[in-house]
């Protein structure tokens, strides 16, 4: 029997995108499958525990977010023991396109993912819009989406003018209307930043009574790589899977934002913004007495100074 990658030690950081997708596709055809999906999307399966992470990636976010420039689902892969089935598009497409279509079906028809215990599909944005739309394939699953679409349907979404170029694109035929898609599912959770004004009003749309809606106020546009940055992704993702993910749980790992410095400094603008200036000396004040932070500590000199001018 053929020993298994350790995935742990794949570095694949500097390859050309063509050797990039020779070298994952190698990887996929001795530990379980690939399979190209026309030219804008790749599949490519890791077999190893009965959970399967099914994860929508893009390739520029796989380049910016991983420091060894492997999917997402290998790190789960690696230290859970989790199978994995990443689902990679060049760019952003919101893997509308035929072919994924018909590999999902294909999935489903060949009962893939009911050979597997618990199956949880993941994306963010365009990705969490697909992770959605595709989850439908596996009933019972569940699903964790970073401020998704809902859809790019402009008679259902109109006022969201950040990817208009893509309008073009259906999502009106099969797998379309990610919200609907999720009817079959466990459970499905929404994170996202009720300030973030578009990411609000797809999250909205999402209200369902299998989805959870989780605010992360103050966290911004990109919560993927900030949930990266502060060692968040995996145990969200493993406590949706093991279904112990709920609003106690989730508050608690997001104590972890309290010394994080891109979220405090975006509190802090915002206190600053709204002239709740007390208020944003006692964050001042909280930030430089647990934290090495050298740009609250002039700005509490600088809230306190016409105070201790007069």
């Not at 053929?2 to 020779?22: A, K």
């Not at 993927?224 to 502060?230: A, E, I, R, V």
Request: with cysteine; hydrophobic share 40%.
């Amino acid at each position: 029997m053929q020993d298994q990658t350790d995935l742990s030690t794949v570095d694949l950081t500097g390859l050309p995108r063509g050797q990039w997708i020779n070298a994952i596709s190698k990887i996929g055809e001795t530990e379980g499958f690939t399979e190209p999906l026309g030219k804008r999307h790749h599949a490519v399966f890791i077999e190893r525990g009965d959970t399967l992470l099914v994860s929508f990636e893009s390739l520029p976010g796989i380049e910016a977010l991983s420091d060894t420039a492997t999917p997402l689902g290998w790190e789960l892969a690696a230290q859970k023991g989790w199978s994995s089935l990443s689902v990679i598009s060049a760019r952003d497409t919101w893997f509308r396109d035929a072919q994924v279509y018909g590999f999902f079906d294909q999935l489903q028809d060949d009962g893939f993912f009911d050979e597997f215990e618990t199956v949880l599909f993941y994306g963010a944005g365009p990705c969490g819009y697909a992770a959605g739309a595709y989850s439908v394939a596996s009933p019972g699953a569940r699903v964790v989406m970073l401020q998704p679409q809902a859809t790019l349907d402009p008679r259902v979404t109109e006022w969201d003018d950040r990817f208009t170029e893509m309008r073009r694109l259906t999502f009106t035929s099969r797998y379309g209307y990610a919200p609907d898609m999720l009817d079959a599912a466990q459970q499905g959770y929404v994170l996202y930043d009720p300030h973030e004004r578009f990411d609000a009003m797809h999250s909205a749309l999402f209200e369902r009574r299998n989805v959870t809606r989780f605010r992360l106020p103050f966290m911004g546009s990109a919560l993927q790589g900030d949930l990266l940055d502060l060692d968040l992704l995996i145990p969200i993702l493993a406590a949706a899977a093991e279904d112990r993910l709920d609003t106690l749980s989730f508050a608690r790992m997001l104590r972890a934002r309290r010394d994080y410095a891109p979220y405090l400094r975006k509190l802090l603008a915002r206190l600053e913004a709204d002239n709740r200036m007390a208020l944003a000396e006692a964050l001042c004040q909280n930030v430089t007495t647990r934290l090495d932070a050298p740009r609250f500590r002039r700005r509490l000199e600088a809230l306190r100074a016409p105070r201790e001018a007069s």
